[in-house]
């Protein structure tokens, strides 16, 4: 790749809301050298991330189009077609527009589309809704929300705003572009639709437009090659096409992203600290401006890469709840439609060769089959619970990050109540809350500092295991999830193997790390102590 700065001040350079919440390097070479990305195979989890939105968004035209009257569908074959047929239906008074797509402002730079623009029911211009397919709200209390089918703006005493900044930013982009067109409703409102449509959540734009504007100008100038990127670790490179560019940079400036990513980069840059080593020898105060999470594990976890050790021990001896009767747990989803599988490992000390057994469903979700195979795990899990208590033997369930098997046991325990065999959720609070559900993940958060990440992928590998599938990851199951069940195609029997191995193994994953953390860790892994006293 050419080093060069490539410098585009011409008002062909246009960026839609997308980029204000993108990685800034990112964004300048997508801009400068756009055309190395054209045979660049699609990142497998952007895909089925992009096509699940799709649906979402054509499932919520499909209802919508059928309830609304003056509905106006934009199709058509390109872009500037799209947008004149918008302001058409815009002149027209059109009441509701899908696909929305507004013209370019060369002059401002911008670029966009709308899902939905709803006239504003006093007829002073247009009010922007997009759909997304996440949530948008959570239970509670104190988020405006509105009908689908009409604008009622009302506080509601159900849900509270779960917070999503790139929904509010794209908000107020479509806002300034409509009103360059002289087309924005002077209420200053935008809606966001999202994961299973039940009501327009309202998003007041004056609280956004400051921030909106100032990312909306530093973006515009990397975009023009007129502000200077340099690559630096964010969650999104781990699907960005460019990090196999990045990776190599970092490694050779050892970069201090490669243990302190994103905003805490930022901020020990700023106490111009560039380097791993420069933390690793870090002995003053914490600086500041800190953002989050404990500057000494940032401290010690650059200590451990300049060392190239895999992990550190924060306690001089490692412990690990265990029992006589173990079943290590793992919960396999698609998106926020369910719960297709719970896999369990059933270890007795003294007894038999470990067990595996997957509850499955593979009926498509959202199925109510998934209340049935939800039902069969928890009987098998309650009944192994009773008879380790008949026996007066101690037992234990664990699984790695239990955030997400919290969520879908107690959310099958709330859609499911009505099938034989789901317990209430109360029945499961009482399990997850007490010392029986132990979370691995937080084990090793609590005893070791990380360098490399702290998830299984990442962990287990440290304790000698290794996954049969070489491609086995969150990402890839997803897709072959859509395979095994037939979205796409008929039934791939193959992926439904490949998905309960690769279930298998997380269970053994957990199993083996537990028993290393037990028996092995405390000789295999020094303390940030005695790493310093070898160096």
Request: aromatic share 8%.
């Amino acid at each position: 790749m050419n080093s060069r700065r490539a410098t585009r001040t011409e008002a062909s350079v246009l960026i839609d809301a997308g980029c204000l919440t993108r990685c800034r390097h990112r964004l300048y070479l997508d801009t400068a050298y756009s055309a190395l990305l054209r045979d660049e195979p699609e990142n497998p989890g952007v895909r089925q991330r992009r096509e699940a939105a799709q649906a979402h968004r054509e499932a919520i035209r499909s209802t919508l189009s059928a309830q609304l009257d003056g509905w106006v569908d934009i199709d058509a074959p390109d872009a500037a077609s799209s947008a004149n047929r918008t302001m058409d239906a815009c002149r027209r008074g059109a009441p509701w527009i899908w696909n929305a797509v507004l013209p370019l402002d060369r002059d401002a730079g911008r670029r966009g589309r709308s899902e939905l623009l709803m006239l504003d029911p006093a007829g002073e211009g247009y009010i922007p809704i997009i759909v997304v397919n996440h949530k948008v709200t959570d239970p509670g209390r104190g988020a405006t929300t509105s009908p689908l089918t009409e604008w009622a703006p009302v506080v509601d005493e159900t849900r509270k705003v779960r917070s999503q900044l790139r929904d509010q930013l794209r908000l107020a982009h479509l806002y300034r572009m409509l009103d360059a067109q002289g087309l924005a409703s002077p209420t200053a409102t935008g809606g966001a639709i999202g994961y299973r449509a039940e009501c327009i959540l309202v998003h007041d734009l004056n609280s956004v437009f400051a921030e909106y504007d100032s990312r909306f100008a530093d973006r515009l100038a990397v975009a023009r090659g007129e502000s200077v990127t340099v690559p630096s670790k964010v969650s999104e490179c781990r699907a960005c096409p460019w990090w196999s560019d990045c990776l190599p940079q970092l490694e050779a400036t050892r970069d201090v992203s490669l243990v302190a990513s994103g905003g805490r980069a930022e901020a020990l840059r700023e106490q111009n600290v560039y380097t791993v080593d420069e933390l690793a020898s870090w002995d003053g105060p914490e600086p500041e401006n800190w953002p989050f999470g404990s500057f000494d594990d940032a401290v010690a976890a650059a200590a451990a890469w300049r060392a190239d050790v895999p992990l550190l021990r924060r306690t001089e001896h490692v412990t690990v709840h265990r029992a006589d009767v173990e079943v290590d747990v793992d919960m396999e989803s698609y998106q926020e439609h369910g719960a297709y599988l719970w896999g369990t490992l059933l270890t007795e000390r003294g007894g038999p060769e470990p067990v595996y057994r997957g509850f499955v469903t593979w009926d498509p979700l959202p199925t109510v089959d998934e209340g049935r195979s939800f039902a069969e795990f928890w009987s098998w899990l309650t009944t192994v619970r009773a008879d380790a208590a008949a026996q007066g033997k101690t037992f234990a369930a664990y699984c790695y990050s239990r955030q997400a098997e919290d969520k879908w046991l107690l959310d099958s325990a709330r859609r499911f109540g009505d099938v034989p065999g789901v317990p209430t959720e109360a029945e499961i609070r009482e399990f997850i809350d007490s010392e029986q559900w132990v979370d691995i993940y937080q084990a090793v958060s609590d005893q070791f500092i990380c360098p490399n990440g702290k998830g299984l992928k990442k962990i287990a590998p440290v304790a000698g295991f290794t996954w049969r599938d070489p491609e086995a990851g969150g990402e890839a199951s997803m897709g072959w999830y859509r395979e095994a069940v037939g979205y796409d195609a008929e039934p791939d029997l193959t992926q439904r193997k490949r998905l309960l191995v690769y279930n298998e193994d997380d269970v053994q994953a957990t199993k083996v790390l537990r028993e290393w953390m037990t028996d092995r860790a405390d000789a295999e892994i020094p303390t940030l102590e005695a790493l310093r006293a070898q160096a």
